[in-house]
């Protein structure tokens, strides 16, 4: 009877044991998978801040792009009324027919979205957040460099072969030398430059090209704001954690 009852209290014992060592490892599972969790929260948050880095620097080189869109256009204007309404060669007019010759680059950041693809997109678990990223990238950047392009190729095959050959530069006096550059552009012969055709329909090819391109960089803008605001959120509810 007592070997029983010490047989017993051994086996409880033993149990006992047996029952604080699963406990034991259940605990430091548990905090292992709780730091394990906090490295993933903390690369992912490291990484949702680069990219939102990134999409407000690319909402200055939209507003870049917007700014240039409209000097060129309103100078663009500017420069076939004028010669529509056959007046003669004043400082306004010289002063825009530099804007007609600049163009502007379009350089969007790419370096945290690229670094994501290559990596694996799932590094972001918020699935609508990752859909909306992608789509901005592959559609709406993708589409603002073409545009751009298309752009840049009316000034480089249209626009500038036409002015080296029938502009020249040259040292102009003015009367306000704080808003010009007395080296400037200007026609060889003004009275022919006004009833040229090729001229006057260039111009309004790149007009139409800038307008077009404004009205989808403003539609841009919008889903970049948008996008922009779901990082943020995004960011705040894992430092909320």
């Known amino acids: 009877m007592l070997t029983e009852n010490k047989f017993s209290k051994y086996v409880i014992y033993a149990i006992g044991e047996i029952i604080l060592v699963v406990i034991g490892i259940l605990i430091a599972l548990n905090i292992n998978n709780w730091n394990e969790n906090k490295k993933v929260e903390f690369y992912e948050l490291k990484l949702l801040k680069q990219i939102e880095q990134d999409l407000v620097e690319n909402g200055g080189e939209y507003n870049n792009l917007e700014i240039y869109y409209n000097k060129f256009l309103k100078a663009g204007k500017f420069v076939l009324n004028h010669i529509k309404d056959d007046l003669p060669i004043t400082d306004s007019l010289l002063y825009n ?5 600049y163009q502007v680059d379009f350089n969007p950041i790419k370096t945290s979205y690229a670094f994501m693809s290559n990596s694996g997109l799932n590094q972001l678990k918020n699935d609508s957040l990752r859909i909306a990223l992608t789509k901005f990238y592959e559609q709406d950047i993708r589409l603002m460099t073409l545009r751009n392009d298309k752009l840049l190729a009316i ?6 072969p036409f002015m080296i050959e029938h502009f020249k530069e040259e040292n102009i006096e ?3 030398s704080l808003y010009f550059n007395n080296l ?8 022919k430059l006004t009833t040229n055709e090729t001229y006057a329909n260039i111009l309004r090819l790149k007009n139409d090209r ?6 989808r960089l403003y539609e841009s803008e919008y889903n970049l704001e ?9 960011i705040e509810k894992i430092e909320a954690k």
Do not use: G
């Not at 000034?155 to 500038?160: A, E, S, V």
């Open 226 to 234: 948008k996008l922009i605001e779901l990082f943020r959120n995004e």
């Open 155 to 160: 000034q480089f095959n249209h626009l500038d």
């Open 97 to 101: 027919f530099q804007f007609t010759k």
């Open 174 to 176: 003015f009367e306000n």
């Open 184 to 191: 400037m552009i200007v026609p060889r012969d003004y009275l």
């Open 210 to 215: 800038l307008e077009l391109n404004l009205t």
